[in-house]
């Protein structure tokens, strides 16, 4: 038999193993009684996943997209579509593809239910295993290893710590303003890779003990290292995609370009560092029974207090890196997001600085525990730009090997075994119905009540209009993201810190009136792309933003 007909079978089986399975998910599907789009692509085919962004946009104009399909199975798809297809198709709707059924949900009272209902509706794990290459984590696992995962993991974000992330917030917020208030009027083009690396210094400080300079250049390698800390970090997390489809000893062959073994000296550096900050910890515990108050402080001395159930050091290895990927670039991002969107909009501006000079006034010393809570309208900045700019798109759930039922939209359905549940948070944070008409608007007063006083003394934070499951940026129920209030003492004190006495505004080009600045970064920041997380694209130089005075 020749290679073409060897080539051609194999062709042939497997079309017709993926209609068939296709048509069997189908046939499961319609006893649900729900919408249904089918797809003849699987979009966790590792083809797709490595092509698609090439191939949507020629599928989508091809007679192969008859039924509309490819605006429905590409990675990060709901955040381009917002709620427009709940809005047709109603609060849920199923996606068939050969491999899986995919029932997407965008009803708060739906939501909240499969949040809290956690047995039920657990993580899909095979969809999580990549992220164990350095060992498993609270993300990673489910159960009771996940009760075991979260009982020790959770105790590090707690109060002091969180004094910890406000003072080095404000530190690195100050230095990377003073390094922006230099480029005058020229402007500063490096704003997401600058908040990126506040992000990394707070995380490193406040979480793992090790303290950076914001200034460029700044610090000695350690002995024994090719990469700095913060460079192994950022590269391990830049190149996070290909990692977690390759096999680890593929980034360290000897055959491999630069560019790939660069990576695999990354996975390895980053390894070497969160062994050694391991020990050292591990020492001063059980030497002196230090407790710095750091994340990994605080996570060594609990596991070790729950003897029999303690984390082995390859579990407590893949908890610190899951906090490194998850507790600094989903931050950073929100606060490059939030700093070109008040850019665009100097109202809001001028709104954040009348609470700031309020509450700050000219203290030289910001306490955490007086100023943070007074600084809610910097906090109703930080919901408004995750509800439209939020770092994930929708929150993978799954209903394992039992039949669950299900009350959305008023109606009771059953929901199949082995059937995909994705909680679309991007229709949920932008449907009509819980958000009004001006949804897509970007509008941080929507989470301040109104108050009868000329200051905002007297303002509270909102609760979201829909209720409970129509805000879920951190999701909630049991496994809220723990490291909540981590971030939003950051995001607070860093907007504190840059428009107390400073406001930015964009760099207007040649030729180009200041309007159309406006309008030029406004279409950058919708212009966004969704890789692990939803980011700004890195055009180098395409954006300025100016910083001056008040």
């Known amino acids: 038999m020749s290679w073409l007909s060897i080539i051609s079978l194999s062709a042939l089986t497997y079309f017709l193993w993926s209609a068939y399975t296709l048509l069997k998910n189908y046939i499961k599907a319609r006893k649900l009684n729900l919408p249904i789009i089918i797809s003849p692509i699987n979009p966790g085919n590792l083809v797709w996943v490595l092509s698609h962004q090439h191939l949507v946009p020629y599928l989508k104009s091809s007679p192969w997209d008859i039924t509309g399909f490819v605006r429905y199975i590409y990675f990060g798809w709901p955040y381009?579509?917002?709620?427009?297809?709940?809005?047709?198709?109603?609060?849920?709707?199923?996606?068939?593809?050969?491999?899986t059924i995919e029932l997407y949900i965008a009803d708060g009272e739906a939501i909240d239910?499969?949040?809290?209902?956690?047995?039920?509706?657990?993580?899909?794990?095979?969809?999580?295993?990549?992220?164990?290459?350095?060992?498993?984590?609270?993300?990673?696992?489910?159960?009771?290893?996940?009760?075991?995962?979260?009982?020790?993991?959770?105790?590090?974000?707690?109060?002091?710590n969180s004094g910890l992330v406000w003072n080095e917030s404000l530190r690195q917020a100050q230095d990377m303003l003073n390094e922006w208030s230099e480029c005058n009027k020229n402007g500063t083009n490096s704003t997401?890779?600058?908040?990126?690396?506040?992000?990394?210094?707070?995380?490193?400080?406040?979480?793992?003990?090790?303290?950076?300079?914001?200034?460029?250049?700044?610090?000695?390698?350690?002995?024994?290292?090719?990469?700095?800390?913060?460079?192994?970090?950022?590269?391990?997390?830049?190149?996070?995609?290909?990692?977690?489809?390759?096999?680890?000893?593929?980034?360290?062959?000897?055959?491999?370009?630069?560019?790939?073994?660069?990576?695999?000296?990354a996975i390895t550096e980053f390894k070497a560092y969160m062994t050694e900050m391991l020990s050292q910890e591990r020492n001063l515990v059980n030497k002196w029974d230090v407790n710095t108050g750091n994340l990994i402080s605080s996570l060594v001395r609990a596991s070790d207090q729950v003897n029999e159930h303690a984390l082995t050091d390859s579990e407590i290895l893949g908890n610190i890196f899951f906090y490194n990927l998850a507790g600094h670039e989903s931050t950073a991002n929100t606060l490059a997001f939030a700093i070109h969107l008040l850019a665009v909009y100097p109202t809001y501006q001028d709104w954040l600085h009348e609470e700031i000079n309020r509450v700050l006034g000219d203290q030289e010393t910001l306490n955490y525990e007086d100023c943070f809570p007074q600084l809610k309208r910097c906090l109703a900045m930080m919901y408004e730009t995750l509800r439209l700019w939020g770092p994930t798109t929708v929150l993978p759930k799954y209903t394992n090997n039992t039949p669950q039922p299900l009350t959305i939209g008023g109606k009771s359905y059953i929901i199949p075994a082995h059937t995909h549940v994705d909680i679309n948070q991007v229709a949920v944070h932008t449907l009509p119905k819980y958000w009004g008409e001006d949804t897509l608007q970007w509008l941080p007063d929507r989470w301040i009540t109104s108050s009868s006083s000329p200051s905002s003394v007297n303002e509270t934070l909102k609760d979201p209009p829909g209720g409970k499951g129509t805000f879920i940026p951190w999701a909630d129920g049991p496994r809220i993201c723990a490291g909540k209030k981590f971030s939003q003492v950051e995001f607070v004190a860093v907007l504190a810190t840059l428009f107390g006495k400073w406001r930015v505004r964009p760099k207007v080009l040649e030729g180009e009136s200041g309007m159309e600045a406006k309008k030029r970064v406004m279409d950058y920041v919708v212009d966004s792309e969704v890789k692990i997380t939803l980011q700004l694209k890195k055009k180098a130089g395409s954006v300025g933003l100016v910083w001056e005075k008040r």
């Open 80 to 99: 381009h579509d917002k709620y427009r297809i709940h809005e047709k198709l109603g609060p849920a709707f199923v996606v068939v593809n050969p491999s």
């Open 113 to 160: 239910l499969i949040l809290s209902r956690r047995k039920d509706f657990p993580k899909p794990l095979a969809f999580y295993k990549p992220l164990e290459f350095y060992g498993k984590n609270v993300d990673t696992v489910e159960g009771a290893e996940w009760q075991r995962h979260r009982k020790i993991t959770t105790p590090p974000f707690n109060e002091r």
């Open 192 to 265: 997401t890779h600058d908040t990126i690396t506040l992000a990394l210094y707070v995380l490193t400080s406040a979480g793992f003990g090790m303290y950076y300079s914001f200034k460029p250049g700044s610090g000695r390698l350690p002995a024994g290292h090719t990469l700095s800390y913060r460079d192994a970090l950022a590269g391990v997390v830049s190149d996070i995609v290909p990692i977690l489809i390759f096999p680890l000893n593929f980034f360290t062959l000897p055959c491999m370009p630069p560019r790939v073994r660069r990576i695999g000296t």
